[in-house]
């Protein structure tokens, strides 16, 4: 079970395949074991790295407060350590926004960008934004990860015939630490690098579930502000694509590493 020991952590990651390497970042309340589906498929021409961030997983779960920008730099450090700079970015929701981070704070370990359902920032401009989180927050401190789990399979996977994908969803979300469940969607709100998407240079594919909990048209405007980014849509989706829709995804993503060259 590989480690990497960085300043006040250990942080679990796995390596598959060998080419050129190719770096997927979960988003919050999940781990790495939420890319199975693409294991296979890109472990057999690429290096594919997966890893539980920091509070989540096989990972240590410290006190925060957490940031998003001390994810961004445990994974500079994991980057570094593995050598494996330039490297391809996948990351969904929470971890698209650790992409972004990571394409603006250190650009020279980013070969190109892959958002899955995820913008560059999370501001809540709303009451109803503001009263979300607090929802979430208030049931996570009096009934647990469990319901929230339970709460979040209906949502996300709405349809009779994925039945075994909410059970799994909600036997997986439980094991979260409730504490560093917190201190991890503390560290999304207020933070926002959308002033700085201009100066990310590198080839980015967005990638927008079309039932995803933000519109497309807001990922079409953030992408129009890029640089070198594109977008695609993926059909009867909702926001987490790559196990809902894991051969639609899977090709997309193939599709615009192949372009790179």
């Given at each position: 079970?590989?480690k990497?020991?960085?300043?006040?952590?250990?942080?679990?990651?796995?390596?598959?395949?060998?080419?050129?390497?190719?770096?997927?970042?979960h988003?919050?309340?999940?781990s790495?074991?939420?890319?199975?589906?693409?294991?296979?498929?890109?472990?057999?021409n690429?290096?594919?790295?997966t890893?539980?961030?920091?509070?989540h997983g096989?990972?240590?779960?410290?006190?925060?407060?957490?940031?998003?920008p001390l994810?961004?730099?445990d994974?500079?450090?994991?980057?570094?350590?593995?050598?494996i700079?330039p490297?391809?970015?996948v990351?969904i929701s929470?971890g698209?926004?650790?992409?972004?981070?990571?394409a603006?704070?250190t650009?020279?370990?980013?070969?190109?960008?892959?958002?899955?359902?995820?913008t560059?920032?999370?501001?809540?401009r709303?009451s109803?934004?503001r009263?979300q989180?607090f929802q979430r927050?208030?049931i996570?401190?009096?009934?647990g990860?469990?319901k929230?789990?339970?709460?979040l399979?209906?949502?996300l996977?709405?349809?009779?015939e994925?039945?075994?994908?909410?059970r799994l969803?909600?036997?997986r979300?439980?094991?979260?630490?409730p504490r560093?469940?917190?201190a991890?969607?503390?560290?999304i709100?207020g933070?926002?690098?959308?002033?700085?998407l201009?100066?990310?240079r590198?080839?980015t594919?967005?990638?927008a579930?079309?039932?995803?909990y933000?519109p497309?048209?807001?990922?079409?405007?953030?992408?129009?502000?890029?640089p070198?980014?594109?977008?695609?849509?993926?059909?009867?989706?909702?926001?987490?694509?790559?196990?809902?829709?894991?051969e639609q995804?899977?090709?997309?993503?193939?599709?615009f590493?192949?372009?790179?060259?």
């Amino acid at each position: 079970m590989p480690k990497l020991h960085l300043r006040d952590i250990d942080l679990y990651y796995e390596t598959a395949g060998q080419g050129e390497p190719i770096l997927f970042i979960h988003g919050l309340g999940s781990s790495s074991r939420d890319w199975e589906e693409q294991s296979a498929f890109f472990s057999r021409n690429y290096q594919m790295v997966t890893f539980d961030l920091r509070g989540h997983g096989k990972s240590d779960k410290p006190p925060g407060p957490y940031s998003i920008p001390l994810f961004a730099s445990d994974i500079a450090q994991l980057i570094n350590f593995l050598d494996i700079a330039p490297v391809h970015v996948v990351g969904i929701s929470l971890g698209g926004m650790i992409a972004f981070q990571l394409a603006v704070s250190t650009p020279d370990l980013v070969r190109s960008l892959v958002i899955v359902n995820a913008t560059p920032e999370f501001i809540l401009r709303t009451s109803k934004e503001r009263w979300q989180v607090f929802q979430r927050e208030i049931i996570i401190r009096l009934l647990g990860m469990r319901k929230i789990g339970e709460v979040l399979s209906k949502r996300l996977f709405p349809k009779p015939e994925q039945d075994q994908l909410r059970r799994l969803l909600v036997e997986r979300w439980a094991e979260n630490d409730p504490r560093a469940y917190l201190a991890s969607m503390r560290a999304i709100v207020g933070w926002s690098v959308a002033d700085h998407l201009n100066e990310i240079r590198c080839p980015t594919l967005v990638m927008a579930a079309d039932a995803d909990y933000t519109p497309v048209a807001l990922k079409e405007e953030f992408v129009a502000r890029m640089p070198q980014a594109e977008l695609v849509v993926i059909k009867d989706s909702r926001h987490a694509t790559p196990v809902e829709r894991p051969e639609q995804f899977n090709e997309a993503v193939k599709a615009f590493l192949l372009k790179l060259g």
